[in-house]
């Protein structure tokens, strides 16, 4: 069975969530032996470093990518308003990306198109003016949900009008996109409700983020309980949900925490940080910026926060740190799409006082922070493992392809 894997960024280096969930599903698929080609937007966030492919993936999925620049641009966004087009959308679509689409569909015969995002889906009538291929959509996130919490969180008028416009403008290409599509894989269970009660005629089957578990297998992965646990925080900054949570925790939480357990520190990671956070200096807050090793970083530390107010889909840092045996706090937005415990697998809290809480219990029964890191580890094994979740793409594939 042939592939084309369509995707709105590059798949490498995998400096977010969403380049780390492209390449996964990608190496999925070669792990199932299927014949697979990769053809990739870079953009000035996500440009095409070739140093970050080794020559083995390029060969086997004859990558190309094509350079869109998706800066925005607010008098683009505002003309938009008129025509009721997505402008977060119409920012991928480039005639020269649409014409290496074309020469690629007229080149090689392909079973499936799998789509990445929404995001791609300006490109669809052309995979269907050029190909007999069955178009799949891989679904990250429910797009327009994002904006919709950014609208609710919002105090700035006119922000909180763009946050509203640009959640109806997602909201209606969402919609229109799953009639346009053979079928559609979301990331979580809740994300595949929405979606089917919007089109319950289209094929959908719910596809997790996954991970290969032995490369979260390290030597030193176990929790090391202490009544003095280091806390951090891990993401990329150039997406707003992260900036609004973790201006939210330092404003309202942090102070209450460093108040009451003087000793505790709390390190901020990412790409992108920007000054406002930056340029703080909250007591005990170390602010890094940029890491060379996800994994690396996160075992120097203890305890991951990731207080997000909105966003949508799997947070994929979460699965991550939780394969790392690394405990978790974050609120039910940040949970969502994870079928977990609070108090088993992770913590949830979705208050200043709920935060302070949990820190003070994690502090005072640092074995109960170790049983949570066991349990996590066993979660993530079992629920978002690469070998299952390679089986159930190509199960899906052949389903809506009708071919073996």
């Known amino acids: 069975m042939k592939i084309l894997q369509l995707c709105h960024k590059t798949p490498l280096p995998a400096i977010d969530g969403g380049c780390i969930a492209i390449n996964n599903i990608t190496q ?13 937007v870079a953009t000035p966030k996500h440009p095409f470093v070739v140093s970050a492919y080794s020559r083995d993936y390029l060969i086997k999925t004859r990558f190309e990518s094509v350079y869109i620049d998706t800066t925005p641009h607010k008098w683009e966004a505002m003309k938009t308003l008129f025509t009721g087009r997505s402008y977060q959308i119409s ?51 429910i797009e327009h ?17 763009a ?47 996954g991970i290969n578990v032995d490369n979260y297998d390290m030597e030193d992965d176990d929790y090391i309980a202490t009544d003095q646990p280091t806390l951090f925080h891990l993401g990329s900054m150039n997406w707003s949900p992260n900036v609004e949570g973790i201006e939210w925790f330092l404003d309202e939480v942090w102070p209450e925490i460093v108040a009451a357990h003087p000793n505790l520190t709390f390190t901020l990671a ?53 394969a790392l045996g690394r405990v978790v706090i974050t609120t039910s ?10 108090g088993k697998h992770l913590f949830i809290a979705n208050t200043p006082e709920e935060f302070v809480a949990v820190v003070n219990k994690c502090v005072a029964m640092p ?31 052949h389903q809506v392809s009708g071919k073996e």
């Open 28 to 40: 999925c698929l070669l792990d199932s032996g299927l014949d697979v080609k990769v053809l990739a």
């Open 91 to 141: 920012r991928f679509y480039h005639k020269n990306m649409a014409s290496k689409l074309t020469e690629t569909l007229k080149k090689e015969a392909f079973d499936i198109v799998h789509i990445e995002s929404i995001y791609m889906a300006p490109y669809i009538p052309l995979i269907r003016k050029y190909s007999n291929a069955k178009i799949l959509m891989r679904l990250h996130n």
């Open 145 to 161: 949900q994002i904006w919709e919490r950014l609208s609710e969180n919002e105090r700035n008028p006119i922000m909180k009008l």
């Open 163 to 209: 946050y509203r416009v640009n959640a109806h403008q997602l909201k209606r290409v969402e919609r229109k996109i799953l009639h346009e599509v053979d079928g559609y894989m979301p990331i979580s269970e809740p994300d595949h409700q929405y979606f089917h009660a919007t089109a319950p005629n289209v094929p959908g089957m719910v596809i997790p983020f």
């Open 270 to 322: 990412g790409h992108d940080i920007p000054d406002s956070i930056r340029n703080r200096n909250d007591k005990n807050v170390i602010v890094l910026g940029s890491i060379p090793n996800a994994n690396e970083f996160m075992m120097d530390y203890d305890i991951m926060v990731v207080p997000l107010l909105s966003g949508s889909g799997i947070r994929i840092k979460i699965v991550e740190a939780m």
């Open 333 to 342: 937005i940040g949970a969502e799409g994870l079928d977990v415990q609070d």
């Open 367 to 397: 074995d109960l922070c170790s049983i949570i890191s066991e349990n996590a580890q066993h979660y993530i094994s079992v629920h978002h493992n690469n070998a299952v979740i390679a089986q159930q793409i190509t199960d899906f594939y």
